[in-house]
């Protein structure tokens, strides 16, 4: 099988990497709560998008770092190459931030592949030529489509809801509920290949 997975809050954890790096740049009151959504809802609360922007930009650029796999994750991946599927990893994922200093989010996230196992050693499970990080949620969609996936793995509902998500590719939602019965929610990496 083509098995399509991605990056951002699917392989890469960001638990509490926003809220530490807006506390170390004195953006963020000790008190916010720590979850991406509450550091996001903080900034939205003072009118200052654009404070939210260019913090995500630093985020999922030089702290990318902090980030961590989520559990089994890697394990999960490995497995699935072993047992002979094709694995690819599409993200959308602008190349540099709107705001801030510039860096290449593409290359952050390849050296954080890297740097965690997910490319470069022999049992990896993504070859470098297996990495597509595309610029718009639309070509995103179209690579999932063109690369032929059988089942893709996101956190989004909206992609999986999209006009362009490919009927024949089976929807995998990772660590989100969802009250949509076509969905296949799962919490844990550790859980999908048994939905599966």
Known sequence: MIIGIDFDNTIADYTGVFYRVGCALGWLPESVGQSKNEVKQYFIDLGNEAKWTELQGIVYGKEITQARPYPDCLDTLKQ???????????SHKTRYPIIGER???????????????????????????DLFFNETKEDKLLRISTLDCEIFVDDLESIFNHALFPAQCKKVLFNTRSNDPTLVPVQLWSDIPDKL
């Open 103 to 129: 860096v290449d989010f593409h290359v952050a996230a390849t050296g954080w592949l890297e740097a965690n196992g997910f490319v470069g050693k022999i049992d990896a499970p993504f070859e470098k030529t």
């Open 80 to 90: 699935w190459r072993k047992q002979g599927h094709t694995l690819k990893l599409i």
